[in-house]
């Protein structure tokens, strides 16, 4: 059964710091992977999507790498901003296509 | 641009009670999804309907009952709720059955039973 496993579950930052999220999943067998954010009371926002074949995928000052290989993806944050604050979640899509989620990683930035 | 529309944002039942709650798309995707978020866990999948007229059970179906009404209408029914399901419910869709593309999500119903 995939399990998909988000350390650390907080992480607080001073501003402008570059910093690293990671997400490890147990089966290799995956169509895809997705790192969200979630505002509180908000929904999900899809912020950057890597498909089995590609090994990373950027978007402004998010990066996201993934290493099928390992079971490991890591979502880069470049200079970050207290706008930034939130909780990153990834989930994978099994051999099922279904999507497997990580119980996410709460972000603060301090100004 | 609305996305994924949910209805409503909030809610408290007493046990028993029963309601259903609404998500829209217009994106016209195939796909639509339901959802629940509890503390300290990933999201965990309810229902799911891969195109219009077809349902299927995801990881935690017991309890609810799903609606694919059209194609832009997908709906969650609790029939007769119990405090285990206090919980954040959320509505997604994507493109495609298989759901190679992103998911759009909704804002999210929270609902407490009490």
């Known amino acids: 059964k995939q399990e998909v496993t988000q350390i650390p579950a907080a992480l607080s930052v001073p501003e402008g710091e570059n910093l690293v999220l990671n997400c490890s999943f147990t089966?290799?067998?995956?169509?895809?992977l997705q790192w969200f954010r979630q505002d509180p009371g908000k929904g999900l926002t899809s912020l950057l999507l890597?498909?089995?074949s590609q090994r990373e995928q950027t978007s402004g000052r998010l990066n996201a790498s993934l290493d099928k290989s390992s079971g490991r993806s890591t979502l880069y944050i470049a200079a970050s901003q207290p706008g930034d604050s939130a909780t990153y979640l990834c989930?994978?899509?099994?051999?099922?296509?279904?999507?497997?989620w990580g119980a996410g990683t709460k972000l603060i930035i301090k100004p | 641009n609305a996305g994924v529309t949910q209805t409503p944002k909030f809610q408290v039942l007493k046990t028993g009670q029963s309601m259903t709650l609404q998500c829209a798309q217009d994106m016209n995707h195939n796909s639509m999804y339901w959802y629940r978020q509890d503390p300290g866990m990933g999201l965990r999948l309810i229902y799911y309907?891969?195109?219009?007229?077809?349902?299927d059970k995801g990881e935690v179906p017991n309890g609810y009952n799903v609606s694919r009404l059209n194609k832009r209408e997908f709906s969650l029914r609790l029939e007769s709720a119990a405090p285990s399901q206090t919980s954040v419910y959320f509505c997604?869709?994507?493109?495609?059955?298989?759901?190679?593309?992103?998911?759009?999500f909704g804002q999210g119903t929270r609902l407490t039973v009490v």
């Open positions: 309907s891969a195109s219009e007229g077809t349902t």
């Open positions: 989930a994978v899509m099994d051999s099922n296509y279904q999507l497997i």
């Open positions: 997604a869709s994507s493109a495609w059955d298989r759901a190679i593309t992103e998911a759009f």
């Open positions: 890597i498909q089995s």
């Open positions: 089966d290799s067998a995956i169509y895809n």
